[in-house]
């Protein structure tokens, strides 16, 4: 049985409008995928394309994509650091409702979002692996 919290591969791509795309290829767990697209984060990419363009905002599920999670596939792009391009769970999030939240990268947040929800089941009479 497959463990919700495996690595995958996932590819980034976000419309920037007339500015442009936004791409990357990289890999993390499934949940925190789902974790950030659910959570509706606002992900600040930076001035990607210049000074004064800002681009932030939600990221829905056609933005990232899932590639595969097959281990080879995910052996190879360890071994010859084949992660490329831009990584949303590098950057910070903004406008968050949590005071706890600022200053705090969109991984670190997805991981006490992780941790939150784990407590949560666990309170409730289960586990995480029913």
């Not at 984060?41 to 933005?63: A, M």
């Not at 005071?99 to 947040?109: N, P, S």
């Amino acid at each position: 049985m497959k463990k919700v919290n495996e690595k995958a591969v996932y590819k980034l791509n976000v419309s920037c409008g007339r500015e442009g795309h936004l791409t990357g290829l990289f890999l993390a767990k499934e949940n925190h995928v789902k974790l950030l697209i659910e959570s509706k984060l606002q992900v600040d990419f930076g001035e990607q394309f210049g000074k004064h363009s800002q681009i932030y905002g939600e990221l829905e599920e056609k933005d990232i994509v899932f590639v595969s999670d097959s281990q080879d596939v995910i052996d190879v792009i360890e071994t010859h650091e084949l992660e490329n391009g831009i990584n949303s769970f590098g950057y910070p999030a903004i406008k968050t409702k949590r005071l706890d939240f600022e200053d705090l990268t969109i991984l670190e947040i997805v991981e006490i979002l992780e941790k939150e929800n784990m407590k949560k089941i666990t309170v409730n009479g289960r586990t995480g692996n029913d």
